[in-house]
């Protein structure tokens, strides 16, 4: 079993910053690929990110290349979400995901959600 909680959600200005982290219990963190998800109001889930186990690869959708970047510290069991240039259609509930395949787009790839936190952004 692994419990995820996100945290670093808030309200932000347009073309602001904000990071997310996910902090995750369990001793083999390493062993999972973690994700990034986001809601939006009235809208499905959808990928934003993946990272590998051991954090050397990456994958992004394409509104969040160039802007955000994911990564992890298999030390502290935590993975993080910098979202840098926040535009309005980022407002969203963020959810941080633990799942076995690289490159997971699709939630039903993942096994463990946190509970989501709030990102809005301002214009």
């Known amino acids: 079993q692994v419990q995820l909680v996100e945290s670093g959600g808030g309200l932000e200005q347009a073309g602001g910053s904000l990071r997310l982290s996910c902090a995750a219990s369990g001793r083999t963190f390493m062993s999972y690929v973690m994700g990034w998800f986001r809601q939006a109001p009235g809208k499905e889930r959808e990928f934003v990110a993946v990272i590998s186990g051991g954090g050397g690869s990456t994958f992004y959708r394409d509104s969040a290349k160039g802007r955000f970047t994911i990564s992890r510290d298999n030390a502290k069991n935590t993975a993080y979400l910098q979202m840098n240039s926040l535009k309005p259609e980022d407002t969203a509930v963020y959810y941080c995901?633990?799942?076995?395949?690289?490159?997971?787009?699709?939630?039903?790839?993942?096994?463990?959600w946190g509970q989501g936190t709030q990102v809005t952004v301002s214009s």
């Open positions: 995901a633990a799942g076995r395949r690289w490159t997971a787009t699709m939630e039903s790839d993942y096994d463990y």
